[in-house]
């Protein structure tokens, strides 16, 4: 941000949500400013390039230092007119009463997780850079900077580490050791490394029981941090292989058990591109059930789907038909009566961004956050 084009610019911040690696899958046209007697509200208006094209307005959120708040999706929202002042829904909370949670869960689609390519990324839990395996990855959710802590469990004499980087590797990162993981020392910095995906570090520590890693900076900003694997060296042994780990962020496992743990940050993903996918929740026995609410995984899309309920998991009966929707609705919530001891939620398309649907790394995560049963 800058009061003239000349400068002087602020720091660069992160515009889009940390749920979000973009800008919910909109392109930024322009903004514009509601005044008003209170105050004034200002609007990014984006563009959608899905068939049929979709426009996006959401209030641009200021810090009280000043500061702009990463874009937070709004399925409906005001101006007062008057005031001038945006009227934004409060947020939704996990239902007390939901049947669904914590119940038996199964999907057509239900993995933990895998890593290929530029894909989804799930199942990158802080172990996995300690497992021995060169196929899997800590990975955070999102690329600004992070750090990975290890304990060795006992003080041991270090002679240097080897740290294989997720994707391209890291142009900027530290590496430092502590006795009591509250004192630390800086072993090694580097500023300049090229797109190598590991890296050396000699060095000559007595004593040391806490290593953490800190991934500062990348060669590029669409090559998130993440690391694959960690060696630490005694006497010419890795020492750090399973060992405990802690990070300050990471991607979490994805299976079907995510939609009915009633935590709004985790989710049931489906890594591939084959549609339909549907889940089924067992209830535990035939009661009455009033309605479903669901949490889709990626905000501001407009998914299609149906939701049947039955008594036996044989017949099946249809409760909501949304396989034509071309509305957002990023928890709706379906009132209807059945008497029923299985719910399925089947997903059958969503936004189409292109000529070619879900083929392009624009296009949203198809997956469910939470899947709330009521009487």
């Known amino acids: 941000m800058a009061k003239s084009i000349s400068g002087p610019w602020s720091e660069n911040r992160l515009l889009c949500s940390r749920r979000t690696w973009n800008t919910y899958y909109a392109q930024g046209a322009h903004e514009f400013t509601v005044h008003g007697t209170k105050g ?24 009280t230092n000043g500061t702009i708040k990463p874009l937070e999706w ?3 929202w005001q ?5 001038g002042l945006a009227v934004i829904p409060a947020t939704t909370k996990p239902m007390a009463a939901n049947l669904a949670k914590g119940k038996r869960v199964s999907a057509t689609y239900d993995s933990s997780g895998e890593m290929f390519g530029y894909s989804h990324y799930a199942n990158h839990e802080p172990s996995l850079a300690v497992d021995g395996g060169s196929k899997t990855a800590w990975i955070p959710k999102d690329n600004l900077a992070h750090w990975f802590k290890l304990d060795l469990l006992e003080p ?14 890291a142009n900027d990162y530290q590496i430092a050791v502590s006795t009591d993981a509250e004192n630390w020392k800086t072993v090694a910095h580097t500023t300049s490394t090229p797109a190598r995906k590991t890296v050396h570090d000699d060095f000559t520590e007595r004593k040391i029981r806490y290593l953490r890693v800190y991934l500062l900076k990348t060669n590029s900003g669409y090559h998130w941090p993440g690391i694959r694997e960690l060696a630490v060296y005694s006497n010419g042994v890795n020492v750090a292989r399973d060992k405990p780990v802690t990070a300050d962020d990471f991607q979490a496992r994805t299976d079907a058990t995510k939609a009915v743990d009633g935590d709004f940050s985790t989710a049931w993903t489906i890594d591939n591109d084959q549609l339909p996918q549907s889940i089924t929740i067992d209830v535990g026995a035939l009661q009455a ?23 036996d998991q044989t017949k099946w009966k249809l409760a909501v038909d949304e396989t034509g929707n071309t509305v957002v609705a990023t928890q709706p919530k379906h009132h209807f009566h059945a008497k029923a001891r299985y719910i399925r939620v089947t997903l059958n398309g969503y936004d189409k961004l292109g000529d070619n649907p879900r083929s392009g790394w624009m296009n949203p995560w198809p997956g469910i956050r939470e899947i709330e049963v009521f009487k």
């Open 40 to 63: 004034a509200t200002y609007v990014y208006a984006l563009d959608r390039w899905v068939k049929p094209m979709r426009h996006v307005w959401l209030p641009i959120e200021f810090n």
């Open 156 to 169: 041991m004499d270090i002679s240097g580490t080897r740290v294989t980087f997720w994707n391209a590797g």
């Open 79 to 83: 101006i007062d007119a008057k005031t």
């Open 289 to 311: 059930i009033g309605g479903v609410r669901i949490l889709w995984e990626t905000a501001g899309v407009a998914y299609c789907y149906r939701i049947e309920t039955s008594a």
């Open 74 to 76: 709004h399925d409906e």
